[in-house]
């Protein structure tokens, strides 16, 4: 058997973790504008001529390092991109069908409004849904606690759980999530969120339906895709509401997020970073195939996840042991998309969350969108050891996999829809990525992200390597927001750098 629920807007990460406080409100504001761009906007005396001999090396093509790389060419510094694939945007990644419909198989939306640069940008491109077809902004969700209540839970033969069922198991589920808030202070506090809330449900176990365990299983497993983890006792329980939300709801972009990363600077793609030499006479990049790029500063944007695998061996010097651990305690989960359009319309209905299955294991607790982005697509969210598996199989097998699930769910009337296409990402197992998502491990603390953003200085303290993307944001990693923000941090430093030297 298996069990699902349905959305009445979509899957989003607005509402993740304690709603709209005044306290949080107020410390997201100083936030944003300390790591954003406005602490970038520093005084720069060289001239034009003098910024051309300054050498830039940017790694990694993704919306960090594409952002730090025009700011500083358009300044006058002499950039050059450094990126392994063959494409640019990173985690941003978005195709196109027979049509030219965009389909996001990374970033799938822009997190908040005000305050939000990329929301701006985004605007000005045309790139997002018409303005009568957003949601609207009085309809706020982070403070609604009976939004995942209105979910429907589906069994496998197609018949919905007691909705009576489904809105208590809800709201004592965002009981726990305002409870932990509060006893994030408590020495007795356990290690994770996985633990905190089993043990709460355990406190509560008395007063369960029948079908409540299914319905909470479900719920963290919903959790775990908005922490963007594997698991939630990968999660930290004090430092769960790091966080910030700025306001305004998640919008998505039909126009193509592509169109958020616009490099002005030249690329060296299909080029593999393999070690970083660096010191008080610059900046020695080795690639792969004994290539060898000499420059004044890096800016490093690989993901975390390529970062927790090469961070002892990746610079020469080695980074500090503070920095080393920061990196190898912070999060990094794996979520997967998996898109199929086939030919059937499944109208505009409420994605379905599929969880609980006993076959195929890949499709298990994960998210389903039936209808999601367009009529005749379906969209499956994967996370976890079930998202390297599903990243293992041949496409046909995918397919025959989630074209079942769509008869015997009852999703599409029975019957079992041919398909068109299949799309899918492979963050984990490529070693570009190594996943997906940064969040605060249980070994992190309120330094990790912070640390992870420190440049590497000289025996003459000038920093020479600076580090930016969404895991370097310490209150909206995860987001393109912190992505884009810490581009312009990064460029922001290594000009106050340069300014300081000069």
Same mark, same amino acid.
């Given at each position: 058997m298996w069990c699902g629920f349905v959305f009445p807007h979509g899957f989003c990460k607005v509402g993740r973790r304690f709603g709209n406080h005044s306290w949080l409100a107020q410390r997201r504001s100083a936030r944003v504008n300390y790591h954003g761009a406005e602490r970038c906007n520093l005084l720069v005396h060289m001239t034009g001529e003098d910024r051309t001999k300054v050498k830039v090396l940017v790694v990694g093509a993704g919306l960090a390092g594409v952002t730090a790389? #025009?700011?500083?060419?358009?300044? +006058?510094? %002499?950039?050059?991109?450094?990126?392994?694939? !063959?494409?640019?945007?990173?985690?941003?990644w978005t195709e196109?069908?027979?049509?030219?419909?965009?389909?996001?198989?990374?970033?799938? &939306?822009?997190?908040?409004?005000?305050? #939000?640069?990329?929301?701006?940008?985004?605007?000005?491109?045309?790139?997002?849904? $018409? *303005? =009568?077809?957003? %949601?609207?902004e009085d309809e706020d969700r982070n403070d609604d606690d009976d939004y995942w209540g209105l979910l429907k839970y589906v069994r496998s033969d197609g018949t919905l759980l007691q909705p009576d069922?489904?809105?208590?198991? /809800?709201?004592?589920?965002?009981?726990?999530? #305002?409870?932990?808030?509060?006893?994030? *202070?408590?020495s007795s506090l356990p290690s994770s969120v996985g633990q905190y809330l089993d043990q709460r449900w355990q406190e509560t176990a008395s007063s369960i339906g029948p079908h409540d365990e299914l319905i909470f299983q479900a719920r963290k497993e919903l959790e775990c895709g908005i922490s963007g983890c594997n698991d939630l006792n990968e999660v930290s329980a004090r430092h769960f509401d790091g966080y910030d939300e700025l306001d305004g709801k998640n919008t998505p972009a039909p126009g193509g997020m592509e169109k958020l990363v616009s490099p002005t600077c030249p690329?060296?793609?299909? @080029?593999?970073?393999?070690?970083?030499? &660096?010191?008080?006479?610059?900046? #020695?990049?080795? @690639?792969r195939g004994n290539g060898s790029y000499a420059s004044d500063y890096v800016i490093v944007t690989v993901p975390l996840g390529f970062l927790k695998q090469t961070v002892r061996s990746f610079f020469d010097p $080695?980074?500090?042991?503070?920095?080393?651990?920061?990196?190898?305690?912070?999060?990094?989960?794996?979520? %997967?998309?998996?898109?199929?359009?086939?030919?059937? =319309?499944? +109208?505009?209905?409420? $994605?379905?969350?599929?969880c609980d299955c006993s076959a195929p294991t890949w499709m298990q607790n994960s998210f389903l969108?039936?209808?999601? @982005?367009?009529?005749?697509?379906?969209?499956? &969210?994967?996370?976890?050891?079930? *998202?390297?598996? /599903?990243?293992?199989? !041949? =496409?046909?097998?995918?397919?025959?996999d989630l074209l079942e699930v769509l008869r015997t769910s009852g999703i599409t009337s029975g019957v079992k829809p041919a398909p068109k296409k299949l799309w899918r990402s492979r963050w984990g197992t490529n070693p570009l990525f190594g996943g997906s998502y940064s969040f605060p491990g249980v070994n992190s603390d309120e330094q990790t992200f912070s @640390?992870?953003?420190?440049?590497?200085?000289d025996v003459d303290m000038r920093c020479r390597v600076f580090f930016a993307g969404e895991a370097t944001h310490p209150s909206l990693y995860s987001t393109m927001t912190a992505a884009y923000l810490s581009g312009m941090r990064a460029a922001g430093e290594l000009r106050s750098t340069v300014d300081h030297v000069n």
């Open positions: 790389a #025009n700011e500083l060419h358009a300044d +006058g510094y %002499d950039v050059t991109i450094i990126e392994a694939s !063959e494409r640019f945007g990173g985690r941003i196109r069908d027979a049509s030219g419909r965009a389909v996001e198989l990374g970033a799938t &939306w822009l997190h908040g409004k005000t305050g #939000n640069p990329l929301f701006e940008c985004a605007e000005k491109l045309g790139i997002l849904p $018409p *303005a =009568d077809e957003r %949601d609207p069922d489904v809105r208590r198991v /809800m709201k004592l589920f965002r009981s726990f999530l #305002n409870e932990l808030k509060d006893d994030r *202070a408590k690329i060296l793609y299909e @080029t593999e970073v393999v070690k970083i030499q &660096w010191g008080t006479s610059g900046v #020695n990049v080795l @690639t $080695p980074v500090a042991e503070a920095k080393a651990k920061a990196i190898e305690s912070a999060g990094f989960g794996v979520v %997967d998309k998996v898109i199929l359009q086939v030919d059937y =319309d499944f +109208g505009y209905t409420s $994605p379905v969350i599929a969108y039936s209808g999601g @982005t367009y009529r005749d697509t379906v969209e499956f &969210w994967v996370k976890g050891c079930r *998202a390297l598996e /599903m990243e293992s199989l !041949e =496409d046909n097998v995918v397919v025959e @640390t992870i953003q420190d440049p590497l200085r």
